[in-house]
């Protein structure tokens, strides 16, 4: 079945950092793919997404680019900030499976200044 | 203006006792969803309702039925809890997924039950 594998946390960066968090999926179809953000005590958010291989998403200096010949979807950011200290989530779903989203296990960042 | 709203916030009750969870969301959307965050942060999904019609039913224990009087509205009740349904259940919405397109979530605060 289709998946989502992310790099295991907690990753911490001191403020202006670059920051990278893997992902990778499996899908059989030609999944749209999300990064979904945790703020402590509230809950998810979309950050951005991609519909199709080589689109890229971006908002908020974050930015991931849909590679379908990787099966990645790496999120990056070039200066990371305090208050992007969140639990970040890719995910996935699949045009052939209504309305289901996988989730990655998500990547918990703690940006210390 | 709250797109998404879940009750209570919190919730702490004995084992064995029966207790729901409400959400309404004012997106006009057609589409919730349960889901299910443990303490190492991993989402599940539990249900998923389409105009007040179960589509998405993962292996949940039947002591969960999710009711959905009107399409804004997706509660959850729980019968007979146990100490592993301690967990924050989040409630969530969106439109229908559209060929090509994917379909954003929108999700609640969260309520965190904790069974003692």
């Known amino acids: 079945g289709d998946s989502v594998t992310q790099m295991e946390g907690p990753v911490t960066l001191s403020e202006e950092a670059f920051l990278t968090i893997n992902c990778t999926y499996t899908a059989t179809g030609y999944p749209s793919l999300f990064w979904y953000v945790q703020y402590p005590g509230e809950g998810l958010q979309l950050l951005l997404k991609?519909?199709?291989?080589?689109d890229k998403g971006s908002n908020k200096g974050f930015e991931a680019t849909y590679r379908k010949e990787t099966t990645s979807f790496h999120l990056e950011k070039g200066s990371v900030q305090v208050s992007d200290s969140a639990v970040y989530f890719c995910?996935?779903?699949?045009?052939?499976?209504?309305?289901?989203?996988?989730f990655g296990p998500g990547t918990s960042l703690s940006v210390i200044p | 203006d709250t797109a998404v709203s879940q009750t209570p916030k919190y919730l702490v009750t004995q084992m064995g006792n029966d207790k729901s969870i409400k959400c309404e969301q004012n997106l006009g959307h057609d589409t919730m969803y349960w889901y299910k965050q443990d303490s190492k942060k991993f989402l599940k999904i539990m249900f998923s309702y389409n105009n007040k019609e179960l589509i998405i039913n993962e292996t949940v224990p039947n002591r969960f039925s999710p009711k959905s009087p009107d399409k804004a509205h997706l509660n959850l009740h729980i019968n007979s809890l146990e100490l592993g349904d301690s967990a924050v259940y989040f409630c969530a919405s969106s439109q229908d997924l559209l060929a090509g397109e994917g379909d954003t979530q929108y999700f609640g605060p969260g309520t965190r039950l904790t069974v003692l």
């Open positions: 995910a996935l779903s699949e045009q052939t499976s209504y309305d289901k989203v996988i």
């Open positions: 991609a519909t199709k291989a080589d």
